[in-house]
Every structure is written in C-alpha cells, then in structure tokens.
C-alpha cells in the first residue's frame, strides 16, 4: 500500500490521495475535517488471508463510513481498533464509545459509523469475518457495547499480533495461518470483555454492584460508572430504561437509605444531620429534606427523634 505523509501537505493531490486510500482500502470509508485543516495521515497494510492487519496514522479527523457506503459496499467484516497515540470516539447504532491510548474498540462494517479522531493520531486496525469469531451472538454484542483493555493479556497480544504482521509482510500460504492466528487472538480478547454474560452476570447486575459500591464518591454518575465498565452512557441508561426508576433515580433513593439508616444508629448520635447527608453526598440541605420526606414521608429530624424510626416509613 502507498503512504501519505502524516505532516498536513501543502499539494491538494496528497490530501486526495489519503481520501482515495481510505475509500479503497476500507470499502468507502471518507476522511473528513474535524479542524479547519484537511485530513491526511499515512496508512500501511498485510492481507493475512481473510484477515487484514493495518498500521494507520493521522491529523485531527472523522473517519467516517455513511449508510450510502455500507449498502455499496455490503460486507461481513467485523474491526478492531487499538488506538495507541491520541484518543479516539466511536459513534455506530445508539453506542458511543470513548477509547484513550491503549483501548481497544470493536464495530461492525455492516452498518455505518462514525470515527473521530483528536489530536495527531495512530492506532492498528484488524478486520475479520463475523463468521470467523468464536463468540455466540449475544457475547458479540456484549463485546460491541464496550472497550477493550489492549495493553495487557491477550488484548497486548493481539495488538502486538497486528502491528508485527504489518511490519513483517508476511506472504503466501504462512499468511493464511497466521490470519487464523489472529482470529484466534481476536476470539479471545472479545470473550473476555463478553464476561459478565457468559458467567451468568448481567450487566445490569454488574453496573448495580459498581454503583452501591460507590454511593459515597461524589463522582458517581452515569458517565463514571459507563468509563469503569468499558460501557457507554447510552448502554448503562438503557438498562435501567424499563425499570420504574433510572439509574440516576436509584442511586438517589440508596443514599437516602444510607443516611436514614445513619440517623437510626446510636453510635452516630454526636453527628450533624447535615454531616450525615453529606457523608452520602447530599450537601444542599433544603433539597435533601425535601427528597428525605418525599421518599420516607418524614423529616430528617423526625426519623432521628422517633423511638420506632421503621413505623414512619412509607410503604
């Protein structure tokens, strides 16, 4: 494959040049500006069999593949992007996904996507055939739903796999076997981040566990607890879109019970209500008593003065 200089070049023909490299190499995929320079970067590739290995750099861009050309370009590729300098953002479907260097991001060819890139860039990129995948459907849709850790175990392995195919050239019946390698390797990554499925752990369950966990950070929310799983926002909210309460709700509704539980213990006596509340992250007094009396149907104050605090709870 050619190389395009990844320093923004002064000749429009190089930045065509990198529009056509994309669009060849990767079945329609557009570069597109994300700053007020346009997109170039360098792009280096070995076909291993059905898989192909690839080295790709870059200036600030989206790389984008629109409806238009997955329907042209109709194809069963499943790809795997290790980002390694610079970050990345992955938007497909209703999924969005951050990747930081060292993540590693799964996306479905079939459909269109969206990938933003940050600052000067470089990752590897592995396409391979769905079929290929040793996963069932419901693990390779747990894999799709979030990133990958591509600096250790097999995640590190692959991503090594990948950049060394490339920078070998391996031709001729040892690419096939080596692609099969690479499936392999892939399979592997993918069934790790599919875990909490496969051990019989839903991912609600998961993202629950994390969230009573962590009741008392003031960091907690949906975005924090979606970066600590390797999911997206979109992927934590929908879980709990069915329930009667949100995610953000329940959490909410765990703290209260935190704190009603404190004003019930002797030993905390000697405390505030308002140090209690705020141990649990509720710092605005007002508001907490109004949320404290809504759920409970009883001040603060009453639930600690009561000689029988469970009487006062509303069922």
């Known amino acids: 494959m050619s190389a395009v200089s990844a320093t923004p070049p002064s000749l429009p023909e190089s ?16 570069p597109e500006s994300s700053v007020d320079a346009a997109p170039v970067g360098t792009v280096s590739g070995v076909s291993l069999g059905d898989v192909g290995a690839f080295d790709i750099s870059g200036s600030p861009q989206i790389l984008r593949r629109s409806a238009r050309a997955a329907k042209r370009h109709g194809s069963d590729l499943l790809k ?11 938007r497909q479907s209703d999924r969005e996904l951050t990747a930081p260097p ?69 031709d001729g ?25 496969t051990s019989g752990r839903s991912t609600r369950e998961e993202i629950l566990r994390y969230a009573l966990r962590n009741l008392d950070s003031p960091d907690l929310s949906v975005a924090s607890i979606a970066g600590a799983l390797h999911l997206s926002p979109r992927t934590v909210q929908r879980h709990f879109g069915d329930g009667d309460l949100t995610l953000s709700a329940l959490i909410r509704r765990e703290r209260l019970i935190r704190v009603r539980r404190d004003l019930t213990d002797v030993s905390l006596r000697g405390h505030s209500i308002s140090i209690l509340a705020a141990r649990w ?4 007094a007002p ?27 509303r069922h």
């Open 80 to 90: 795997i992007c290790t980002v390694r300098t610079g970050s990345a953002i992955l």
């Open 287 to 313: 508001a907490f008593s109004r949320a404290f009396k809504a759920e409970f149907g009883a001040a603060p104050s009453e639930v600690r003065n009561s000689p029988d605090p469970n009487a006062r709870e």
């Open 102 to 170: 060292g993540a590693m991001i799964l996306y479905d060819v079939e459909h269109s996507y969206a990938l933003r890139f940050d600052g000067h860039w470089s990752c590897t990129v592995m396409t391979l055939p769905r079929s290929a995948v040793s996963l069932t459907e419901r693990e390779l849709n747990c894999a799709l739903e979030r990133t990958h850790d591509g600096r250790r175990g097999s995640g590190a392995l692959l991503e090594n796999f990948i950049s060394g195919a490339v920078a070998s050239q391996v």
């Open 15 to 30: 930045v065509q040049q990198w529009h056509c490299e994309m669009s060849e190499t990767f079945g329609g995929l557009c």
């Open 173 to 197: 019946s040892a690419a096939g076997l080596l692609g099969d390698a690479g499936v392999n390797l892939a399979s592997a990554v993918l069934m790790q981040g599919s875990a909490p499925a």
């Open 281 to 284: 992250c509720f710092h605005d």
